[in-house]
């Protein structure tokens, strides 16, 4: 069965920081290439950042500059720091696994979602 967990979300002041991290289980975390999206109100849900299985980023524009992903693989977690954060940011965060799992089909890479997370700037 594979789970994501976030957690870390909250209600922080304009230029604050969060950290959100999501824990992976059930794939090959190490396998798999791990993103936060994120969807506020009325608005379709959009990747703000992912990295490859081998730790390369990338970035909305949005991020760039102000977000950092990271993971580690022997904790099966991905984190998402968020620096500078504008009331634009204010959105529900999801984690996204494109996951390597065993089935018994064999190997079989296929993608999951977390419960989300929110994230709201506001004074």
């Known amino acids: 069965q594979v789970q994501l967990v976030e957690s870390g979300g909250g209600l922080v002041q304009p230029g604050g920081s969060l950290r959100l991290s999501c824990a992976a289980s059930g794939i090959i975390f190490s396998r798999s290439a791990m993103g936060w999206y994120r969807q506020a109100p009325g608005r379709q849900r959009e990747l703000v950042a992912g990295i490859s299985s081998d730790g390369n980023p990338n970035y909305a524009d949005s991020a760039k500059g102000r977000f950092t992903i990271s993971r580690d693989n022997a904790k099966n977690t991905v984190y998402l720091q968020m620096n500078s954060l504008k009331p634009d940011d204010t959105a529900v965060y999801y984690c996204?696994?494109?996951?390597?799992?065993?089935?018994?089909?064999?190997?079989?890479?296929?993608?999951?979602w977390g419960q989300g997370t929110q994230v709201t700037v506001s004074i």
């Open positions: 996204n696994a494109d996951g390597l799992v065993f089935t018994t089909r064999g190997l079989v890479r296929q993608g999951y």
